[in-house]
C-alpha cells in the first residue's frame, strides 16, 4: 500500500513579509510612478510556493488596525517603531485584492497580533492531522515548531524544524519566550532583564530548568551579575514573558480545513499584472488563461501560384517580418517572411529551413525577385516591429526597402519611454492584452538556429509576429496622435531608422596590428603596476578580488571604511578616490582597474568582433532604449570610448578610414548650453553665445570676480564643472565632490550662478512645478518624457525626479536636434552623389569616413546641416575635425 497523502497547509506573515519585499526590492515602480516594489516581490513569493509546494490549505494573517492586549499590558510595546512608509501604504490594499484574486484567504483579528492568529491556527490544523508551513522571517514564532509545525523563509529557501530550534538557542521551542523575558527584545520593546544576554539567559535555564524554578530560586544563581540582573527586574521580566508569549489560545473564526486553496482567478491577475507592469509574473499564467489573437489564418506558401496570389493581394501596405538565424543583422542568414495584409490572415514563405523531413520551399532567390518589386516601391507602406532589423537583412540580400511607414517598437517607445523593454511580446501584452508565442516557445532545446524550426511552428509564430504588428499599428498610430507625437514619429524617429541602418552596414574600420601593438604595452603596464601595488600593499593578493582588497586597505593598511555593502566594505571608485588622499595604493588601483577594463572591454574584444566578410567593426544603434531620446550603441558599445586620458585617445588612433580616405569628426560645440540659453532665454546667457564668448571663461568671470582675462585655467574647468552641473540638478554636496572643495563653497559657487543667471533659475522652477503638475516634461521637438518620480512621498525620490525634470527637456532636444542632421545630412550625400558615409553617433559627435577627393565640401556640407538643423535664439556650433584615425580627426 502506498503511504497516505498528508495535507499541507502554509500561513504567510502578511505584514512581515510585505516589509521583506518592500526593503528586498527598492525603486521598482510603473511608468506613471505608482510604487511596486512591495507588490511585485509578495505576489512573485506567493506565486512561487503555489507552484513549487501546491498547498491543500492557504492563509495570508495580517495585524488588525489598532492596539492589541499586549499594547494593554505594556503601553511602550513596539512604541518605538516608525510609522508604515507611504510608498508601502498605498501598495497595501493592491497586496490584498491580489490575495482575493489568487483565492486565498486573508485573516486578521482585532485586539490581536497575526502572531497570535498564526500559532493558534498552527496548532488547530496540527491537531487534524495537517503538516503545517509558517512563512516567516520572524523568530519569535520559533516558540511554536513542532514535528508537525515548521517555519519556512522563502528568501533563504530555509526550513527550521524542532531540531534547529533546539539546536540554535539550546532550549525546547516552547520555552523561546523565557528567552526573551530574560534578554528582551529591543525590535519590539519588550524590556526583560538589562545585562542579561542570550548566552547568559540560555544558560540560566537549563541551569534552573524554567523561568518559573529560575524567578523562585533566584538567590542559587552563581554570577553576582545575572543574580543582580534577575532580582532587579522580577516584574519586567514576568511581564516580558506575557508579551512574547503568542496566545495559543485565541478565539478562531474559521478552521484550518475552511482555508481550501482555490483556483486562482487568472483573468482578474493577468490585469493586475498588466496594469503594474509585471511581464515576468504574466509569463507564469498559464496559456489557456490568457487571450490570443482573434482567429487568425496562417497561410504557408510553398508554391509559385501560391506566392503570386498572396502577392496580388498587397496593394498599399503590408506588415513584415523576416526569421533568420541571427539576432545580429549583418550576421544573419535569411529563413523565411512573413507579411500580413489585413486582420485574420497572415502569410509565411520559408526559403532556408533545413532539418530532416524539410518539404520542399521555393528557392530564395525566386521569393525575392517575386517580391523585390512590392518591397522596393515607396508607393506601398511598410509595418514593422523594429523594421531596420528586417532593413539590412533585405539589404544584404539585394533588396533595398522603401516606404518604410510605421514601426510599432518605435510608436510603443516614445509613447512610454520609461518603460526598459518595447519587444513585441511584450507589447502584444500591454497594448493588446494578448499572449503570443515566444522565440523560445519556437525554439525550444537543441536547435541551433531558426532554419531548424519546422515550417508548420514557424509560419504560426512568423505569422503571429506580422498579425500582431498590424494590429499594434491600428492601435497605436491614433495613440501617437492623440499624444500629439506624430510629427517626431514621422519626420524624426522612422526615416531615422534607414540612416541607422545604413550607418550600421557600413561599420567602421579597426588596425588590428595597432590594437595587438597596444594590448602587449597594456599587459606590460599592467605587470608593472601590479608589482607597485603588491609593494604599496606588503603583499601580493588577487588584486580583482574586493574581499581581498577590503583586508589590504580597510585591516592590513588601516585605512578608515567609508560604506559597507552586502559583502564587505565598498571599494569602489568613488570610495578609492576618497581614500587616494590619505594613501598612494588606492590611487595604483584605480589605475589598474581603468587600463584593465580598457583594455578587456576595447582592446582586446574588439579586434574579434571585426566582420569576416567586410572587415569592419559594425555597431548597432538603439533607438528605443534611453528615456530622454538618446540613442545609444551596443554588440559593441562604441559610445563609450574614453575621451580623456591618454589610452582613450590611444584607442581612437585604431579607428582609421581605408586608403584613399579620411576621417571626419563634428561635434555641436556646448550644445545643452546652447539649448538652455534657448529654453530659459536668459540675457546673459544668450548675448556669450551670440557674441560666440567662451561660456566657461565668461561663468569663471563672475563665480570668481576677475575680468574674463584673468580667468586661470583651474578657474574655467570649475566654471565647466558647474556649468554642466546647473543641466543636471547637482547639489551642493554633488559639486564639492566634483571640484575637491567644501560644500559650503559649492552652494556659494551655485548661488552666485543663479544670482547673475536669474533666467534660468526661473526657468527651472517653472519646469519643475509645471512637471511636477502634469508630470511629465517635453523636448523642443514634444518627446515626452513621464518623470513620476516627482510625486514621489520619499525626499530622495522626488530630488531625483527635479533632477530628472531639469535635465530630460535639454539632454532630449539635444538628441533630437543631431537627429534631425542625420537625416538631413543623408539626404544631401544621396542628393549630390557623393561617396562620404556616417559612420558614428557619438552622442553630440558624428563620424564620417570621406574620400580625400570630397573633403572639402563634405566638411562645408556637414558643418551646415548640423548648425541649421533647427533655428534656436542662440546660433549652433559644430566643430570639426578630418585626420587619418578617429584621434586626429577628434
Known amino acids: 500500500m502506498s503511504e497516505p497523502v498528508i495535507p499541507s497547509l502554509y500561513l ?27 507588490i511585485y516581490g509578495f505576489t512573485n513569493m506567493i506565486l512561487k510556493i503555489l507552484r513549487e509546494k501546491t498547498p491543500d490549505y492557504f492563509a495570508v494573517v495580517f495585524d488588525a488596525p489598532g492596539p492589541t492586549k499586549r499594547h494593554e499590558a505594556y503601553e511602550q510595546y513596539k512604541a518605538h517603531r516608525p510609522g508604515m512608509p507611504d510608498e508601502l501604504k498605498q501598495q497595501v490594499p493592491v497586496i490584498k485584492e491580489i490575495i482575493n484574486a489568487l483565492r486565498i484567504q486573508t485573516i486578521e483579528k482585532p485586539g490581536y497580533e497575526a502572531d497570535d492568529i498564526l500559532g493558534a491556527i498552527a496548532k488547530e490544523a496540527e491537531a487534524e492531522g495537517v503538516d503545517v508551513y509558517i512563512v516567516t522571517g520572524d523568530k519569535d514564532m520559533c516558540q511554536v515548531v513542532s514535528p508537525k509545525i515548521k517555519l519556512y523563509d522563502t528568501m533563504k529557501e530555509k526550513v527550521t524544524e524542532e531540531k534547529d530550534v533546539t539546536g540554535r538557542f539550546g ?115 498559464p496559456d489557456r488563461e490568457t487571450p490570443a489573437l482573434e482567429k487568425t489564418e496562417y497561410i504557408t506558401i510553398l508554391d509559385k501560384n501560391a506566392l503570386n496570389k498572396a502577392l496580388s493581394s498587397i496593394t498599399n501596405e503590408i506588415t513584415i517580418d523576416t526569421e533568420t538565424t541571427s539576432e545580429s543583422p549583418m550576421n544573419a542568414g535569411l529563413v523565411g517572411i512573413s507579411f500580413s495584409v489585413e486582420p485574420g490572415k497572415a502569410y509565411y514563405v520559408p526559403v532556408s529551413h533545413s532539418y530532416p523531413g524539410v518539404p520542399e520551399q521555393l528557392p530564395k532567390d525566386y521569393v525575392l525577385e517575386q517580391m523585390k518589386g512590392i518591397l522596393e516601391d515607396p508607393g506601398i507602406s511598410k509595418t514593422g516591429h523594429n523594421i531596420k532589423y528586417d532593413f539590412i537583412v533585405l539589404k544584404n540580400e539585394g533588396i533595398n526597402l522603401n516606404g518604410i511607414a510605421f ?36 525554439m525550444g532545446k537543441g536547435k541551433k538556429d531558426f532554419s531548424e524550426v519546422s515550417i508548420e511552428d514557424a509560419a504560426k509564430y512568423s505569422g503571429e509576429d506580422s498579425a500582431v504588428t498590424l494590429k499594434l499599428k491600428k492601435y497605436l498610430e491614433p495613440a501617437i496622435e492623440k499624444e500629439n507625437l506624430s510629427k517626431l514619429f514621422h519626420e524624426i524617429e522612422v526615416p531615422l531608422i534607414e540612416v541607422l541602418a545604413d550607418m550600421e552596414m557600413a561599420g567602421v574600420k579597426i588596425d588590428l596590428s595597432l590594437m595587438e601593438s597596444f594590448s602587449e604595452q597594456m599587459a606590460k603596464e599592467l605587470a608593472s603596476i601590479e608589482q607597485r601595488i603588491y609593494f604599496l600593499a606588503g603583499d601580493e593578493f588577487n588584486i580583482n578580488s574586493p574581499k581581498q582588497l577590503q583586508e589590504i586597505l580597510f585591516e592590513k593598511i588601516g585605512l578608515k571604511p567609508a560604506r559597507k555593502t552586502k559583502t564587505g566594505y565598498s571599494t569602489d571608485i568613488d570610495v578609492l578616490e576618497q581614500l587616494a588622499l590619505e594613501h598612494e595604493l588606492p590611487e595604483e588601483i584605480i589605475e589598474y582597474r581603468t587600463l584593465a577594463k580598457l583594455k578587456n572591454t576595447y582592446v582586446d574584444a574588439l579586434p ?115 556649468n554642466f552641473g546647473v543641466i543636471y540638478g547637482i547639489s551642493p554636496y554633488g559639486l564639492s565632490r566634483q571640484l575637491g572643495i567644501s560644500p559650503e563653497e559649492a552652494r556659494y ?55 530628472l525634470a531639469t535635465n530630460s527637456p535639454i539632454q532630449g532636444s539635444a538628441a533630437d536636434i543631431i537627429k534631425v542632421s542625420m537625416i538631413n545630412i543623408r539626404k544631401r550625400l544621396e542628393k549630390e552623389n557623393l561617396k562620404s558615409k556616417m559612420l558614428l553617433q557619438v552622442h553630440d559627435e558624428l563620424l564620417f569616413e570621406i574620400p580625400e577627393k570630397e573633403k572639402d565640401a563634405i566638411e562645408q556640407l556637414v558643418r551646415e546641416e548640423m548648425e541649421n538643423a533647427v533655428q534656436l535664439r542662440v546660433p549652433l556650433k559644430a566643430d570639426t575635425g578630418i585626420g587619418k584615425n578617429w584621434a586626429e580627426a577628434h
Not at 217 to 239: F, G, H, P, T, W
Not at 628 to 655: C, D, H, M, Y
Request: proline share 4%; hydrophobic share 35%.
Open 12 to 38: 504567510i506573515d502578511g505584514n512581515s513579509y510585505i516589509y521583506r519585499a518592500f526593503y528586498a526590492i527598492r525603486g521598482l515602480s510603473t511608468s506613471t510612478g505608482m510604487p511596486t516594489n512591495a
Open 171 to 285: 532550549v525546547k521551542p516552547s520555552q523561546f519566550p523565557e528567552i526573551i523575558a530574560l534578554m528582551g527584545d529591543a525590535s519590539d520593546n519588550i524590556p526583560g532583564a538589562p545585562g542579561i544576554g542570550e548566552k547568559t539567559a540560555v544558560r540560566l535555564l537549563k541551569e534552573f530548568g524554567n523561568l518559573d524554578n529560575l524567578l523562585k530560586n533566584y538567590k542559587d544563581i552563581k554570577n553576582a551579575r545575572a543574580k543582580k540582573a534577575v532580582s532587579e527586574n522580577m516584574d519586567n521580566i514576568k511581564l516580558s514573558l506575557e508579551l512574547a508569549t503568542i496566545h495559543l489560545d485565541m478565539p478562531l473564526d474559521i478552521s484550518a480545513k475552511e482555508l481550501k486553496q482555490g483556483e486562482p482567478d487568472w483573468t482578474k491577475l493577468l490585469e493586475y499584472f498588466r496594469k503594474f507592469e509585471f511581464s515576468s509574473l504574466i509569463k507564469l499564467i
Open 407 to 442: 514601426d510599432t517598437m518605435l510608436a510603443s517607445y516614445l509613447l512610454n519611454p520609461n518603460k526598459t523593454n518595447h519587444n513585441l511580446t511584450d507589447a502584444a501584452m500591454d497594448y493588446l492584452g494578448i499572449k503570443k508565442l515566444s522565440f523560445n516557445d519556437v
Open 608 to 722: 574579434k568582433l571585426v566582420h569576416p566578410g567586410t572587415g569592419r567593426l559594425h555597431t548597432s544603434f538603439n533607438q528605443t532604449i534611453t528615456a530622454t531620446g538618446r540613442l545609444s550603441s551596443s554588440a559593441p558599445n562604441l559610445q563609450n570610448i574614453p575621451v580623456r586620458g591618454e589610452w582613450g585617445k590611444r584607442i581612437r588612433e585604431a579607428f582609421i578610414a581605408e586608403n584613399g580616405n579620411l576621417l571626419l569628426s563634428s561635434d555641436y560645440s556646448q550644445i545643452e548650453l546652447r539649448i538652455l540659453a534657448h529654453l530659459s532665454e536668459d540675457e546673459k546667457l544668450m548675448e556669450i553665445f551670440e557674441k560666440d564668448g567662451d561660456i566657461h571663461t565668461g561663468t569663471a568671470s563672475e563665480l570668481f570676480g576677475v575680468p574674463a582675462a584673468e580667468v586661470t585655467a583651474e578657474m574655467r574647468r570649475s566654471a565647466k564643472t558647474v
Open 749 to 803: 559657487y551655485i548661488e552666485t550662478y543663479f544670482a547673475r543667471h536669474s533666467g534660468v533659475r526661473k526657468y527651472i522652477d517653472t519646469l519643475i512645478e509645471e512637471a511636477t503638475g502634469t508630470g511629465c516634461v517635453s523636448t523642443i521637438f514634444e518627446r515626452k518624457r513621464p518623470i513620476p518620480e516627482l510625486k514621489s512621498t520619499n525626499k530622495n525620490i522626488r530630488q531625483l525626479g527635479e533632477r
